[in-house]
């Protein structure tokens, strides 16, 4: 059916075509609030569904994505013609959970749509395939519900978690300039003009960021907390979350309440679960306890309790209903700890005992105000063992949890206000004339989170003199942007952040209400249903009370009675009313004998007719059938006030997850853009500082452009050798001058030196930057000429490697080390200090390796021979204290273990080392296709175990060959998996071998000795285009990216499925894997 269009009610599409779902939400939301839900309900709500639905498909996140469908029910579920939206998204729902609780939901939605298509006279081309994508869900829905216990939840592809943008790491002649500024400086440095602040935020945003900030210091002024509620419903603003839900439930219908409130569900009182929870819940010996009570009734009165319980009631040694006892306590405290012990069911049981003792001639009034054993759950400890059963049986029959998934949308409002969470203080002075940053920055990184958010107010030189200066962790947080969220950016309406989910969750808590009243409904014709078998028995009670004055010919059945009265009440509203509705409905079950109350209205006429035809039964079949009925109905209601609690847990949990979700943090807004501004501010004094020496004086400034005119030619000369270590010495010795005159300008020769010597390993780019331009292009004449694709791709993929750049950050000395060649030195120097992004240095550095590579191999144009030989002349890259950096990221080290399944040999093999797992690519293929749904490490591990080992006759076996079994004894943090190509390959085929690859894998499925989830992350990928040319697509930023040799930049592919796209089309065969740890595994 086609949807309604926003041009009938005067609102602006164009918000849905850009794809604009935040300001679509705004449009709808302010709607809603100006013209009421009812009087829009059928255009926005479906077009808040279809938002929700459509942001469902572009999450990878599981939790979100149910978060969503669960959002989009409500807006659809009102009219009919969205079941079908209803219904798919349901199906999806119990996709998710493995629950019948939905798909039942599922195909009642189904249903109601296919009748409102039989309605119409004619289907048109779109409505057929409705009705045909609707009976499949119908179908597929009904046979999952028939599946009963057995339904799981189906498997969902594991979600890529959104990886946080990488610390920029801050440039290394920053670090040295802050470590030479005085500590004055350094606390002054936190001090932040709120004057100069607005200037900036002026010229970065316009008059829309000068606004936005002028609203968040007054808000800060007001107010003296960073932290608020906002309803992004109608923007009020609360100080708490209490608050906040509060005006929910009244203005935004996130509660309910049933129009009786003496027919609310409502959980026992605390002192009465402490009795529960305490008691010994021995047996009583019924017999003496009774002899008590009549004839020692002064006594009984005068018994202590304590919790209810009383310890001079006589026991049995009954082990049968001790047994029985202590699993009624357990249910009850599991009831009660689940938020679901209703006093009706406390009611249910307590009318045990009262029967129980009756039988003995103890009254009620005896048993509640001589023993006040009502009072307490002692006097179900008078029970025999057929009425413990009863009740244990009855209470099994409660759901103590519904799977209805928000733990799963708590998950997801997790995700979303973790990433609001703020760790740094931020004050003010008296003026509010500065912003006050937290003074714990210049002493270490802060590690727990604010969350309370008060803004305090201090003299700026009280507050920073007595503050500790250590370190430079500062520059890390200026430059550090990971925490934060960037779709939602300063100086964008506070209103907009998370308010796609926030309302998502908000219809998920309205959906619940909707389900609360249907619960409430169901319970009131409960309770209808039972009235109106109290009066049909009264009826028949005042029968027998005229019949003691009449003659028996004068007696009227009590069937004929009954149906007297249902027409009497069909005359008095023409059947319209719920009561006589209900009363039809019961007395036609009575007088039909049924076992369980029906209630159907859907011809009361009928109805009325076959009670009419049973008015001959006779009075004790209707007693029977009365007292059955109402049996079953005083069981049925605690079990549906239970299942009332369990919505109302619900309500209440997602309320909470949205007030969660409500809550905003003012400083995660404005901290960006002020660690911009001093970013800004540290970026200029560094440069001036740099330019200081030079502007002492004239004569020094002659005087030093002389002398570096001498040393560039001299640097210019040694540069056309192939040795490249001078020239960080050169960069060294050059780094020292410079850095003593700034030393002596400023009187700080200690702290710069040390500075300096510390950042001398990774100044390898200063040589290049100032080297003439015949040299550089001397440079990449050889660099084009003498080039290795395979190289420079496995060079790139390994750039992208963290674990590699952190382990050299951490093992510096073979920096210093002459035993390591030039080349390989000065590539890992550049790829530390980030200087090999630059494309002329990259150059020089790829030829000088390429030369050095070629003095040990013959290097072949194949990726995987050219990835060992990197290796093998990595292994130089040690220190005396521990092993080369190919031995600790790259190697793996175990056995291989066959027990002959003949002769039941036990053969001992030497450990061995590889660097990782090589598999034909075709075989991962085939078994993709075999086996369908299966992951990449499964193949792998069904691919080795047809790689059989022969019981060696020569050694005393038998021939047979059995399988092998991988045990691992070194795990490293690098597993590279290597796939061999027998020829280049159709689209068709890589498609398919790509596509049976996996982001993520779990390396304990393919050796023995690993703890289970030793998961390692896809981080980089060489491909073959053609033979000797490769290509290097690594994951970094959230995205996959795709480097060659010819393109100027990267090129941003996109997600794993634009990967497996882009490698079919383009016939790039994915030839080498490499897999990143996703924390340190565990032997």
């Known amino acids: 059916m086609k949807p309604p269009s926003l041009e009938d009610h005067g609102l602006d599409e164009s918000y849905f075509a850009r794809g604009d779902h935040i300001k679509a939400m705004e449009v709808i939301e302010d709607s809603i609030l100006e013209q009421g839900k009812g009087n829009v309900l059928g255009l926005l709500d479906f077009q808040q569904g279809a938002i929700f639905r459509a942001q469902a498909r572009r999450t990878d996140n599981s939790d979100i994505k149910f978060?969503?469908?669960?959002?989009?029910?409500?807006?659809?579920?009102?009219?009919?013609?969205?079941?079908?939206?209803?219904?798919?998204?349901?199906?999806?729902?119990?996709?998710?959970?493995?629950?019948?609780?939905?798909?039942?939901?599922?195909?009642?939605?189904?249903?109601?749509?296919?009748?409102?298509?039989?309605?119409?006279?004619?289907?048109?081309?779109?409505?057929?395939?409705?009705?045909?994508?609707?009976?499949?869900?119908?179908?597929?829905?009904?046979?999952?519900?028939?599946?009963?216990?057995?339904?799981?939840?189906?498997?969902?592809?594991?979600?890529?978690?959104?990886?946080?943008?990488?610390k920029k790491n801050p440039d290394l002649k920053l670090r040295s300039f802050w470590r030479g500024l005085d500590d004055e400086f350094k606390r002054n440095f936190l001090k932040v003009s709120t004057a100069k602040f607005i200037s900036f935020v002026e010229a970065m945003y316009g008059k829309?960021?000068?606004?936005?900030?002028?609203?968040?210091?007054?808000?800060?002024?007001?107010?003296?907390?960073?932290?608020?509620?906002?309803?992004?419903?109608?923007?009020?603003?609360?100080?708490?979350?209490?608050?906040?839900?509060?005006?929910?439930?009244?203005?935004?219908?996130?509660?309910?309440?049933?129009?009786?409130?003496?027919?609310?569900?409502?959980?026992?009182?605390?002192?009465?679960?402490?009795?529960?929870?305490?008691?010994?819940?021995?047996?009583?010996?019924?017999?003496?306890?009774?002899?008590?009570?009549?004839?020692?009734?002064q006594d009984v009165k005068a018994f202590a309790y304590e919790n209810g319980w009383s310890k001079d009631w006589p026991l049995a040694a009954d082990e049968e209903r001790s047994k029985l006892l202590k699993k009624i306590q357990l249910l009850l405290v599991s009831f009660w700890e689940h938020k679901i012990l209703s006093c009706s069911i406390r009611d249910w049981i307590m009318q045990f005992p009262v029967k129980h003792l009756a039988q003995f001639e103890v009254s009620e009034h005896t048993l509640t105000t001589e023993c006040r054993l009502v009072e307490t759950p002692q006097s179900i400890c008078f029970l025999e063992c057929h009425e413990l059963s009863q009740i244990l049986k009855f209470l099994r029959a409660i759901k103590g949890e519904r799977d209805d998934g928000t733990d799963l949308v708590c998950k997801a409002v997790d995700s979303f206000w973790d990433g609001t969470r703020v760790k740094e203080k931020i004050d003010f002075d008296t003026q509010f004339s500065f912003l006050l940053l937290d003074k714990r920055l210049l002493k270490c990184k802060i590690t727990r989170f604010d969350n309370e958010g008060t803004i305090n107010v201090f003299d700026p030189n009280d507050y920073y003199a007595n503050a500790q200066v250590h370190g430079d962790d500062i520059l890390s947080w200026l430059a550090d942007y990971s925490s934060r969220d960037?779709?939602?950016?300063?100086?964008?309406?506070?209103?907009?952040?998370?308010?796609?989910?926030?309302?998502?969750?908000?219809?998920?808590?309205?959906?619940?209400?909707?389900?609360?009243?249907?619960?409430?409904?169901?319970?009131?014709?409960?309770?209808?249903?039972?009235?109106?078998?109290?009066?049909?028995?009264?009826?028949?009670?005042?029968?027998?009370?005229?019949?003691?004055?009449?003659?028996?010919?004068?007696?009227?059945?009590?069937?004929?009675?009954?149906?007297?009265?249902?027409?009497?009440?069909?005359?008095?509203?023409?059947?319209?009313?719920?009561?006589?509705?209900?009363?039809?409905?019961?007395?036609?079950?009575?007088?039909?004998?049924?076992?369980?109350?029906?209630?159907?209205?859907?011809?009361?006429?009928?109805?009325?007719?076959?009670?009419?035809?049973?008015?001959?039964?006779?009075?004790?079949?209707?007693?029977?059938?009365?007292?059955?009925?109402?049996?079953?109905?005083?069981?049925?209601?605690?079990?549906?006030?239970?299942?009332?609690?369990?919505?109302?847990?619900?309500?209440?949990?997602?309320?909470?997850?949205?007030?969660?979700?409500?809550?905003?943090?003012?400083?995660?807004?404005?901290?960006?853009?002020?660690?911009?501004?001093?970013?800004?501010?540290?970026?200029?004094?560094?440069?001036?500082?740099?330019?200081?020496?030079?502007?002492?004086?004239?004569?020094?400034?002659?005087?030093?452009?002389?002398?570096?005119?001498?040393?560039?030619?001299?640097?210019?000369?040694?540069?056309?050798?192939?040795?490249?270590?001078?020239?960080?010495?050169?960069?060294?010795?050059?780094?020292?001058?410079?850095?003593?005159?700034?030393?002596?300008?400023?009187?700080?020769?200690?702290?710069?030196?040390?500075?300096?010597?510390?950042?001398?390993?990774?100044?390898?780019?200063?040589?290049?930057?100032?080297?003439?331009?015949?040299?550089?292009?001397?440079?990449?004449?050889?660099?084009?000429?003498?080039?290795?694709?395979?190289?420079?791709?496995?060079?790139?993929?390994?750039?992208?490697?963290?674990?590699?750049?952190?382990?050299?950050?951490?093992?510096?000395?073979?920096f210093s080390d002459n035993q390591v060649p030039c080349a390989l030195r000065d590539f890992f120097s550049a790829f530390v200090s980030e200087k090999i992004k630059e494309e002329e240095l990259y150059g020089h550095l790829l030829s000088n390796l390429l030369a050095s590579l070629e003095e040990l191999h013959s290097l072949s144009s194949d990726a995987a021979e050219v990835l060992v030989a990197i290796l093998e002349f990595c292994h130089c890259w040690k220190s005396p204290e521990s092993e080369s950096l190919v031995t600790r990221l790259f190697t793996l080290e175990g056995y291989e273990r066959m027990c002959c399944r003949k002769c039941r040999r036990k053969p001992n093999y030497p450990e061995q080392s590889s660097y990782g797992i090589v598999m034909a690519a075709d075989s991962i293929r085939d078994l993709k296709c075999a086996f369908g749904n299966i992951k990449f490490e499964d193949i792998l591990k069904v691919g080795r175990m047809k790689d059989g080992m022969i019981c060696d006759v020569k050694t005393g076996?038998?021939?047979?060959?059995?399988?092998?079994?991988?045990?691992?004894?070194?795990?490293?943090?690098?597993?590279?998996?290597?796939?061999?190509?027998?020829?280049?390959?159709?689209?068709?085929?890589?498609?398919?071998?790509?596509?049976?690859?996996?982001?993520?894998?779990?390396?304990?499925?393919?050796?023995?000795?690993?703890?289970?989830?030793?998961?390692?992350?896809?981080?980089?990928?060489?491909?073959?285009?053609?033979?000797?040319?490769?290509?290097?697509?690594?994951?970094?930023?959230?995205?996959?990216?795709s480097l060659r040799r010819e393109a100027p930049a990267e090129e941003v592919v996109g997600n794993w499925k634009s990967v497996v796209r882009i490698c079919g089309e383009r016939k790039v065969r994915p030839e080498v894997l490499f897999y990143e740890t996703v924390q340190l595994p565990n032997k």
């Open 67 to 166: 978060t969503f469908l669960l959002g989009s029910l409500e807006c659809f579920w009102e009219s009919e013609g969205f079941s079908s939206f209803s219904a798919l998204s349901l199906f999806e729902l119990g996709q998710h959970l493995g629950s019948s609780l939905y798909y039942k939901k599922s195909v009642k939605k189904a249903k109601e749509y296919l009748s409102v298509l039989a309605k119409l006279s004619e289907l048109g081309p779109k409505e057929l395939k409705s009705q045909k994508d609707v009976e499949r869900i119908l179908r597929d829905a009904e046979s999952r519900i028939i599946g009963g216990k057995t339904l799981v939840a189906s498997p969902i592809e594991r979600s890529e978690p959104k990886a946080k943008e990488s």
């Open 208 to 297: 829309e960021g000068r606004d936005a900030f002028d609203q968040l210091l007054t808000f800060a002024r007001e107010n003296r907390n960073w932290r608020v509620c906002i309803c992004r419903s109608c923007s009020k603003k609360f100080s708490s979350p209490e608050e906040c839900k509060n005006h929910l439930g009244q203005e935004h219908a996130a509660e309910f309440k049933p129009s009786s409130t003496k027919d609310m569900a409502q959980t026992v009182s605390k002192v009465w679960a402490r009795k529960i929870s305490v008691g010994g819940w021995e047996p009583v010996d019924v017999a003496a306890a009774v002899e008590m009570i009549k004839n020692r009734l």
């Open 486 to 814: 960037e779709s939602f950016r300063f100086p964008k309406p506070i209103r907009t952040h998370n308010i796609d989910i926030w309302v998502a969750v908000l219809r998920a808590v309205q959906f619940t209400c909707r389900n609360l009243g249907t619960k409430y409904e169901k319970k009131l014709q409960i309770l209808s249903y039972d009235a109106a078998l109290n009066n049909a028995k009264n009826l028949c009670i005042h029968e027998d009370e005229r019949r003691r004055n009449i003659p028996e010919d004068q007696w009227t059945l009590y069937a004929s009675l009954l149906g007297d009265k249902c027409e009497e009440h069909i005359r008095r509203d023409a059947g319209n009313s719920l009561t006589t509705k209900l009363s039809l409905c019961a007395v036609r079950d009575v007088l039909e004998g049924a076992s369980q109350p029906t209630f159907d209205f859907a011809d009361l006429v009928e109805c009325l007719n076959l009670i009419n035809g049973h008015k001959h039964i006779s009075d004790d079949i209707v007693l029977k059938s009365i007292d059955l009925l109402k049996s079953v109905v005083t069981n049925k209601v605690p079990l549906v006030d239970s299942k009332i609690l369990l919505v109302e847990n619900s309500r209440i949990n997602l309320l909470n997850d949205l007030a969660r979700l409500s809550v905003f943090d003012y400083r995660s807004y404005i901290l960006p853009p002020v660690k911009l501004y001093l970013q800004v501010n540290m970026d200029a004094k560094a440069k001036l500082a740099a330019a200081l020496p030079e502007l002492l004086s004239e004569k020094k400034q002659e005087k030093e452009k002389k002398s570096g005119s001498k040393k560039r030619k001299h640097k210019s000369k040694k540069r056309t050798s192939a040795s490249t270590s001078s020239h960080l010495d050169q960069d060294v010795e050059q780094a020292e001058e410079d850095s003593m005159e700034l030393e002596d300008t400023k009187g700080e020769t200690n702290n710069q030196e040390e500075a300096t010597k510390g950042d001398s390993n990774f100044l390898i780019s200063l040589d290049m930057q100032s080297m003439p331009k015949e040299d550089l292009e001397s440079v990449h004449g050889k660099a084009a000429t003498r080039y290795n694709s395979a190289l420079d791709m496995i060079l790139k993929s390994l750039c992208n490697i963290k674990v590699l750049q952190e382990d050299l950050v951490n093992n510096q000395k073979p």
């Open 957 to 1041: 076996g038998c021939g047979e060959i059995n399988f092998v079994h991988h045990t691992i004894s070194r795990c490293p943090p690098i597993f590279t998996i290597v796939l061999e190509w027998e020829k280049n390959g159709t689209e068709k085929e890589i498609s398919e071998t790509t596509n049976a690859l996996d982001w993520e894998i779990d390396i304990s499925r393919l050796y023995e000795g690993l703890e289970p989830n030793t998961n390692y992350r896809l981080v980089s990928m060489i491909g073959c285009v053609e033979e000797g040319e490769y290509i290097s697509m690594a994951y970094e930023k959230n995205r996959w990216v």
